[in-house]
């Protein structure tokens, strides 16, 4: 019942914004297609603005995780969070999840394929692939479009946001699905 | 702090390829990575190109602006820097919008012009303003009501009920924005107390 609503809602949410806003502008006198196109013009310039800013920060992750440090820094981390009701499998989701958001979901797929999206460790994946977000890209996105170098507290901030994230994910899944 | 993050990042990247005996991966890695760097912002042209578009229209027709209006008593305390009928608030509000209904490529873009319309407020040019990392402490914790690929990956596996994890992703989101928008208060007053 919830899965029909709320697939429903994903397949109409962008159709409907592509209806109404634009039939909207009409009665509202806007000429729609000038100010499309003067709108698209500016994302163009913005999305070609933030590749030096990618490109720096996606060779150093990638770098990183292909070298197989995340074993190491997960060997380290595991018996402290084994403790807290985390089980090691998913740690590297947790570890990646700030800076690479296709990585994570591949890891996220792969640890539903072998345990089965309805054990303990399919579902505590998928709850912390919907809690936390990509922070590295969306600061290195988001300042790169505006030419900001100087992060000052945000990068701790968003960190701080993903850790709490998996920690409540941990707690709230040991709770409901254990 | 983010100099160091991104040296660690390669640096350990590198030591640890080189003890594990395989650095070729490192060239591979990193050239594969800045073809790939290149290939998202291509992927994202045509999408900014069509979200701001939109946006634009929704703009002229004054709907951003009735939005914000909408939610302008909580905007108003979030970004105290950031005068009230400023049009960064409208963006602000559909990027996060956007966010909790899981259209990620509708948010990035709305994002990206949130960022550039809060840039004309912000002196120091390459330096973050306030507004601008209390917008992204938002950004990086949005409680998302609809995880709509994990959703889907779930249900492809077979699960017995794909939506069941998502009051548990509203309760860790929730907590989540809350520290985030606590410590980017906390963090705001003390950057400013120190500047007195």
């Keep these: 019942m919830l899965h029909t609503l709320l697939s429903l809602v994903s397949k109409w949410a962008i159709p409907v914004l592509l209806l109404v806003v634009p039939i909207y502008g009409y009665f509202k006198k806007v000429p729609v297609y000038e100010a499309f196109v003067e709108g698209a013009e500016e994302g163009f310039t913005t999305a070609i603005k933030i590749i030096p800013f990618l490109v720096g920060m996606m060779v150093a992750i990638s770098v990183f995780r292909a070298s197989g440090a995340m074993d190491y820094v997960s060997m380290i981390l595991d018996p402290i969070t084994s403790r807290i009701g985390a089980p090691s499998e998913v740690l590297p989701l947790a570890i990646m999840r700030p800076m690479s958001g296709s990585a994570v979901l591949g890891m996220a797929t792969e640890l539903m394929r072998v345990y089965g999206p309805d054990s303990f460790i399919g579902r505590l994946s998928s709850v912390m692939q919907g809690t936390t977000d990509t922070t590295f890209f969306i600061l290195t996105v988001y300042f790169g479009s505006v030419g900001i170098k100087k992060y000052r507290y945000a990068i701790v901030t968003g960190l701080t946001a993903d850790i709490t994230g998996f920690l409540a994910s941990v707690y709230i899944c040991n709770l409901l699905f254990r | ?196």
């Excluded at chain 2, 990035?108 to 330096?127: C, I, R, V, W, Y």
């Excluded at chain 2, 309760?171 to 500047?195: C, E, G, N, P, Q």
């Design chain 2, 1 to 196: 702090m983010l100099n160091v993050i991104w040296l660690l990042l390669l640096a350990t990247g590198i030591v640890v390829a080189a003890l594990n005996g395989n650095i070729e991966v490192v060239t591979e890695a990193a050239l594969g990575a800045a073809k790939g760097a290149v290939e998202v912002c291509f992927d994202l042209v045509g999408v900014m190109a069509l979200w701001l578009g939109i946006m634009k229209i929704a703009e002229k027709g004054g709907l951003v602006q009735s939005l914000a209006r909408l939610l302008r008593p909580i905007t108003v305390k979030l970004f105290p820097s950031v005068p009230s009928h400023h049009p960064a608030m409208g963006t602000i509000i559909l990027n996060l919008s956007a966010n909790m209904l899981g259209l990620g490529n509708a948010a990035t873009p709305f994002g990206m012009k949130a960022m550039q319309e809060l840039q004309e407020l912000n002196q120091e040019s390459d330096e973050a303003s306030e507004a601008m990392c209390t917008f992204l402490a938002l950004n990086t914790s949005c409680i998302t009501l609809i995880p709509a690929t994990i959703i889907a990956v779930r249900f492809s596996f077979n699960s017995a009920n794909p939506t069941e994890i998502v009051g548990a992703c509203i309760f860790s989101t929730a907590i989540s924005m809350v520290i985030a928008v606590y410590l980017d208060y906390w963090f705001r007053t003390k950057s400013r107390w120190r500047k007195k």
